[in-house]
């Protein structure tokens, strides 16, 4: 069993006799097969609707599969989709121009190896990381758009009857000037988003769901050596997105909905917080969603003869939750002017209590990326498709999963509570408690 320590959640999960009876149930006769509908499953046997929103969009659970090296062939996404996962990011690819020129062109390189590794907190909690060489998508521009074609065509348009099909999202890395520069190539931000635009509209109404990925390692990069260049980065990018999107057809709609996807910097929390404040209020085109935080960097651990790279764990949540925590208390105090954009969390998420962590901070979805790399011993599921695992163990452990911290909030509250209840009651509990 996979577990995670407490932030606002109590160590032990306090539920009914009968609902920790008939989850303990449920879970032995999910291990072969997840029903067909889990939504349904779970709003007719527990009264709980697991239904959450990704990029604007309704999803049937909170649960989806980050960018990286699982989400960079057609295969891996069919399986997503086929065991019900909300959605996929697919892999990160470098923007490009007209004449197919990539100024950020150092990242897209092929990942050589990957190490799956048990990582300790500095407190000593246990957990685990994944550590690889590569960056982003090696192959051309022209295959990653088919690649976002095939996926689109994979995950289809239609689910079970009050469910929502599993939302396919984008993710680039844009060309981002060094301290000194202030020009972007907008180039690079034209081509890039109008291409995946077309591969999009060929095949779905609505905003094409786009996150702008961040990466960890740009912590240690030269790029990042001032904050105020991270802060101009964040205040540009979703106006040059916005400026380079073709509008949808009523001529005011965006044509894409950007997700930011914002990386923990070598600063402090206060800066996080900034970083989410500049979004909010300084950001000079629409951003529909934030992903909140990448992993973590340290410029001393060494990997394959390079020295510097990105890892998760038990730190990585703890920072991310304590700067979301940070963040609401500014907004408490009057520091934000503006609403802060949808967050979808990622960080360390291996069970779903601690989905539920991140709900209770502002979440709307999680992204996940290390749980799917993980053994099959460390699941209780036996199915062959990897994501019907990862989705069994985040929603009926009844230990450390979905349901099982959603009842017990129910039962605090009087009330049954549902994944988009989360950051009410987590606004709720903040006042009640002072935020302590």
């Not at 092929?110 to 990582?119: A, F, G, K, Q, S």
């Not at 609401?328 to 998420?349: E, F, H, K, M, Y």
């Not at 036996?382 to 009926?396: D, S």
């Not at 129910?410 to 006042?431: I, K, N, Q, T, Y």
Request: some cysteine; charged content about 20%; hydrophobic content about 40%.
């Amino acid at each position: 069993m996979i577990l995670q320590r407490p932030f606002l959640l109590p160590e032990t999960l306090h539920l009914s006799e009968e609902e920790r009876r008939r989850l303990e149930a449920d879970y032995e006769a999910c291990c072969e097969q997840l029903p067909p509908d889990l939504r349904a499953h779970c709003l007719d046997n527990y009264g709980v609707d697991l239904a959450g929103e990704y990029a604007g969009q309704p999803i049937a659970n909170p649960f989806g599969k980050a960018s990286g090296q699982l989400a960079l062939n057609v295969r891996q996404v069919q399986q997503d989709v086929e065991a019900g996962l909300g959605f996929v990011v697919l892999k990160t690819v470098i923007a490009v121009d007209a004449a197919g020129g990539q100024s950020m062109a150092e990242w897209a390189i092929p990942e050589t190896l990957m190490r799956v590794e048990p990582i300790a907190g500095s407190d000593g909690t246990p957990g685990w990381t994944v550590t690889w060489k590569g960056r982003g998508w090696h192959e051309s521009f022209e295959s990653y758009c088919d690649f976002l074609g095939a996926s689109l065509d994979a995950a289809g348009t239609t689910a079970p009857q009050g469910s929502f099909p599993t939302v396919i999202a984008a993710s680039v890395k844009y060309h981002l000037p060094a301290p000194g520069e202030t020009e972007f190539r907008r180039g690079e931000y034209e081509h890039t988003t109008r291409a995946l635009q077309a591969v999009w509209n060929a095949r779905r109404s609505g905003p094409l769901p786009l996150e702008k990925d961040f990466s960890p390692t740009l912590a240690g990069d030269d790029r990042s050596r001032e904050q105020e260049q991270i802060l101009l980065w964040l205040r540009r990018v979703p106006g040059l997105v916005a400026a380079a999107a073709l509008p949808l057809p009523d001529g005011t709609t965006p044509g894409v909905a950007l997700g930011m996807k914002l990386m923990n910097t070598r600063f402090d929390l206060d800066f996080q917080v900034e970083m989410l404040r500049v979004l909010a209020d300084e950001a000079e085109g629409p951003v529909a969603f934030v992903v909140y935080a990448n992993r973590l960097f340290d410029p001393e651990r060494e990997f394959e003869g390079k020295r510097g790279v990105a890892y998760g764990g038990p730190d990585l949540s703890r920072r991310n939750l304590e700067g979301l925590a940070a963040l609401w208390a500014a907004v408490d105090r009057g520091a934000l002017q503006r609403a802060v954009p949808p967050i979808s969390a990622t960080g360390d998420v291996l069970a779903g209590r601690m989905a539920v962590e991140y709900g209770l901070l502002g979440a709307s979805s999680c992204q996940m990326h290390t749980l799917f790399q993980l053994r099959h011993t460390e699941f209780g599921g036996r199915m062959r498709n990897l994501t019907a695992r990862v989705l069994h163990h985040l929603i009926f452990d009844p230990g450390t999963g979905l349901l099982a911290a959603l009842l017990h909030l129910g039962h605090e509250r009087g009330a049954p509570v549902h994944w988009r209840d989360l950051p009410a009651v987590g606004s709720a509990w903040r006042r009640a408690t002072g935020g302590e």
